[in-house]
Every structure is written in C-alpha cells, then in structure tokens.
C-alpha cells in the first residue's frame, strides 16, 4: 500500500510559477513510476506528466510540454512538477499516481494509487 499526499498549490498571477510535491509512503517508492494529472471543473482527468522508477525518463502532455517539468527524488520518496508559465487555462486540481511497473503511463486508470489533490488556480 502506498500513501500519496500533494502540497504545494496555490493561486498565482498568469505567467508565474508554483512547485507541488508529493510524499509518498512506504519503503518501495523507487520501484513505482510516477505520474501528475489534473481535473479542471466540469472536464475529464487529464494527463500531466510522468517519470521513470530512477527518474531518467519523463514525458509529458502536449499542453505543457517546454513549461512543466517533473523530477523525484528516491531518498526522499518524493515527486516533484515545477511549473512554470502559468496559464488560466493549467487551474485544476493535480494529483499525483503511483503505477507499480517500470513503465509510465499516460493513463489514469492504469495507476494503482492516487493522492487527494492539490488545487492550483492561475489568475489571468
């Protein structure tokens, strides 16, 4: 079992930055790949961002490809989404997932864990 738990959101001015972060429990947090999602009001979950169990690999949606970058840190069981440029259109509630395979996925449900979120308001 593996507890997930965001911070880090927030409201900022169009154009700013935020980091989230999400802790995650347990001793195995190195063999899990990570993903971010989001859920704007009235929209589906969508794809953020994810990375490899090392943290050598990453991929990311369209949408914030070139702004949002993710990276984690295994000692501290710990993943990171540094967003930059900001955009009204990026407010939604994130979460971050937890997938217990070596590979990333760009799709929700095949994650095995998930956090409660953390809401992100950007202002225009």
């Known amino acids: 079992q593996v507890r997930l738990v965001e911070s880090g959101g927030g409201l900022v001015q169009a154009g700013g930055s935020l980091r989230l972060s999400c802790a995650a429990s347990?001793?195995?947090?190195?063999?899990?790949?990570m993903g971010w999602f989001r859920q704007a009001p009235g929209k589906e979950r969508e794809f953020v961002g994810a990375?490899?169990?090392?943290?050598?690999?990453?991929k990311y949606a369209d949408s914030v490809e070139g702004r949002f970058t993710m990276s984690r840190d295994n000692a501290k069981n710990t993943v990171y989404l540094q967003m930059t440029g900001l955009e009204p259109e990026d407010t939604a509630v994130y979460y971050c997932?937890?997938?217990?395979?070596?590979?990333?996925?760009?799709?929700?449900?095949?994650?095995?864990?998930w956090g409660q979120g953390t809401q992100v308001t950007v202002s225009s």
């Open positions: 990375i490899s169990r090392g943290g050598a690999i990453t």
């Open positions: 347990g001793r195995t947090f190195n063999s899990y790949a």
């Open positions: 997932a937890a997938r217990s395979s070596p590979i990333f996925s760009s799709t929700w449900g095949s994650y095995d864990y």
